[in-house]
């Protein structure tokens, strides 16, 4: 498992479209993925991730378990942090 405390840098933070892009990104791994607000978690799931209530500049904990994990991370980690 790979745990990544890191500060969201999307503009609008994670709301609608920046939620479904992430569950979009994260779906084409195997790993299971996690995220973490003030001790609440949220599945891979739009409006889980919806109800944290991610704005730009909120610290996160970013979980990721499986077979690919590494590439998800990085992945997963560049679109949040909005490199391009």
């Known amino acids: 498992?790979?745990?990544s405390d890191l500060i969201v840098r999307l503009?609008?933070?994670l709301q609608a479209r920046n939620s479904?892009?992430?569950v979009k990104n994260a779906?084409?791994?195997n790993?299971?993925?996690t995220i973490v607000k003030n001790g609440i978690s949220g599945s891979l799931d739009v409006m889980e991730i919806m109800d944290l209530?991610?704005?730009e500049g909120d610290e996160i904990t970013l979980l990721v378990d499986g077979s690919d994990?590494?590439?998800a991370a990085e992945v997963l980690k560049k679109y949040?942090?909005?490199i391009e």
């Open 1 to 3: 498992m790979l745990i």
């Open 20 to 22: 479904c892009r992430l």
């Open 80 to 82: 949040l942090l909005d």
């Open 69 to 71: 994990e590494q590439s």
């Open 31 to 33: 790993s299971e993925v």
């Open 11 to 13: 503009p609008q933070g």
């Open 27 to 29: 779906s084409s791994f």
């Open 53 to 55: 209530n991610v704005q």
